[in-house]
């Protein structure tokens, strides 16, 4: 519908929505940086296939796209053919069809540039063989290409692109004579979603708006910017503001990537979490079988904002999904155990059921074993006890607790005690677990846990060693050298005197600024050394010069 805002002839009613290209992201990482814009407002993706052919350059295709759904399984994908014969990728881009459970909206979009098809006669066959392959269709034209020759399919298209840069690479600068067709397409189809894509960015993207674009691609815009979250919530508005004639009241609001800072803290994981220093990286840091390994690998949905704080439980079955995805478990099922994360803790019995968490608790136990090279060890200990695996509750791995106390409500399950030995006897109310800790420090571990009491430094600290632990003998035992390594005499607190690099989350002796290992307090040697004319410490593999009492570097 036409004419809402009377000011401008542009004005339409199809919904601002911003989708950026991810050619300028850090692409090794794409389900992540796609999860980092998606968090900062992004309400769609923009994929660019290149085939080295239609355009020089060569990016990725229908098998990394496929992977992506399965990171991102209600978003909606735009996909932009930039290949010779897009008839030749429908069926295989198609693997990634999803449907949204709730709007029911397609969420994969086929877009092909005329150029490819309209000289070989194949413009219709493709639109056809894209819908038969249940795609929504977008249809492209270069700068050089005539609004005319669109035209004649556009009845058929769910979405026109507006090429406003010479298509191969990103970065360009926005061609705003390009404007002329968007506005000619805009004034015969109020209600087409119309895309621009090249060079579109915060001081570009109102000439597109007011042209009647409603779907902006932004990549460098996007994440070659300071503020991500300010860049879309600016491109938004704008689309807002020229396009559908809100007022300015009315317009959705600015957002700051401080305002996400729960959300875009970590941008290795990505895990949108209650607190910055909550997200896995900090986490696995902490946690040898996985410390080493990739943390971006798995990613959820966001997390939707009304879900902060979110509460303890979602937050132990968060961790325990990624644990599952680090430790080898495929994400489409760990994606299935997690629907219900709070129904699928460890309940008061023990029994944990089948979900997330007891599953990554079975996981995480069979690889802490393994770890300490004990593989033999835990056949051994499946005939001392009877475990199920769904049984098994990591709190009892390496805590002291008294697990005889009775676990008094689902939501007694605190991801602190699966490696804690800190004080058991207290309370610990639903937000005690504040992993903000995990790098801030020992605090004060007498006091009386209130909230945000909860110290993640005790996650691998032996706290209080003399206390009788309960159940030693129960698992201790079972987990052989695993046993001796957490449960063993008393000894010094290998984290004593150590600092915790920022950056990298490693744990670092206080005074050679060495990284150290958390569990045995030994030095892993990466070949750092104290610099004695700065006093600076130098890890000469990654070129790093830090302060070896701060752990803040040159990086
Ligand atoms: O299709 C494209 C290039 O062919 C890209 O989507 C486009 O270049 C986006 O990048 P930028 O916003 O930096 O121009």
């Not at 969420?107 to 066959?125: A, V, Y």
């Not at 109102?206 to 009647?212: F, Q, S, Y």
């Not at 430094?457 to 706290?463: Q, T």
């Not at 030095?523 to 050394?529: I, R």
Request: with cysteine; net charge negative.
């Amino acid at each position: 519908m036409a004419g809402l805002c009377g000011s401008f002839k542009a004005c339409h009613c199809c919904t601002a929505r911003i989708g950026p290209s991810v050619l300028d992201c850090d692409t090794a990482m794409l389900a992540t940086e796609a999860a980092r814009a998606l968090r900062a407002g992004a309400d769609y993706l923009h994929l660019d296939v290149m085939d080295g052919n239609f355009v020089p350059a060569i990016s990725f295709g229908a098998n990394v796209i496929g992977k992506l759904r399965a990171h991102h399984p209600k978003v909606f994908f735009d996909c932009h053919m930039m290949v010779a014969k897009p008839e030749e990728q429908v069926e295989q881009v198609a693997q990634a069809k999803a449907i949204h459970p709730d709007t029911k909206k397609n969420l994969l979009q086929f877009t092909f540039h005329i150029e490819t098809t309209e000289s070989r006669g194949k413009t219709q066959e493709v639109i056809d063989l894209v819908k038969q392959n249940g795609m929504l269709v977008g249809l492209a034209l270069n700068p050089a290409t005539p609004v005319e020759h669109v035209l004649p399919y556009l009845d058929q298209v769910d979405m026109a692109l507006v090429m406003t840069v010479v298509p191969g690479k990103g970065g360009q600068s926005f061609m705003v004579d390009m404007m002329e067709k968007v506005r000619h397409v805009r004034a015969k189809y109020p209600e087409k979603d119309i895309e621009v894509d090249g060079g579109v960015k915060v001081h570009t993207v109102d000439e597109a708006a007011k042209a009647g674009a409603n779907m902006i691609v932004s990549g460098t815009g996007v994440y070659k910017v300071e503020d991500m979250a300010l860049a879309i919530s600016t491109m938004k508005r704008s689309v807002e503001l020229y396009g559908n004639g809100l007022t300015e009241d009315k317009l959705s609001p600015l957002r700051y990537d401080k305002d996400l800072a729960g959300y875009a803290a970590c941008d290795q994981c990505a895990w949108a979490s209650y607190h910055p220093s909550q997200c896995l990286v900090d986490l696995v840091h902490w946690i040898p079988p996985i410390r080493r390994s990739n943390a971006g690998a798995f990613l959820d949905t966001p997390v939707p904002t009304d879900d902060l704080p979110p509460p303890a439980a979602r937050r132990a079955a968060q961790v325990a999904a990624r644990f599952l995805v680090q430790l080898g478990a495929p994400s489409e099922d760990v994606a299935k155990w997690s629907v219900d994360p709070e129904a699928t803790l460890p309940s008061s019995t023990g029994s944990t059921g089948s979900g997330v968490a007891s599953k990554a608790s079975a996981m995480l136990r069979r690889n802490v074993t393994l770890f300490n090279g004990n593989e033999g060890e835990e056949s051994k200990a499946s005939e001392h006890k009877e475990h199920k695996e769904d049984d098994y509750d990591p709190s009892k791995l390496l805590s002291h607790e008294d697990t005889s106390k009775a676990h008094e409500e689902q939501d007694d399950y605190d991801p602190s005690k699966i490696l804690n030995h800190g004080e058991e006897g207290k309370e610990h109310k639903e937000d005690d677990y504040d992993p903000s800790k995990i790098l801030s420090g020992h605090g004060d571990e007498g006091k009386a846990h209130e909230e945000d009491d909860y110290d993640p430094m005790k996650i691998l600290n032996h706290g209080d060693e003399t206390k009788e632990t309960g159940h030693e003998g129960e698992h201790a035992g079972e987990h052989g050298k695993e046993g001796e390594v957490v449960h063993g005499e008393k000894k010094e607190d290998p984290l004593k005197d150590v600092v915790v690099d920022p950056d990298s989350g490693h744990i670092l002796d206080g005074k050679s600024g060495q990284e150290i290992d958390p569990l045995t307090g030994e030095v892993v040697d990466d070949g750092s050394y104290i610099d004695e004319g700065t006093g600076l410490a130098i890890d000469p593999y990654q070129g790093r010069l830090y302060d070896p009492v701060t752990g803040q570097g040159n990086d």
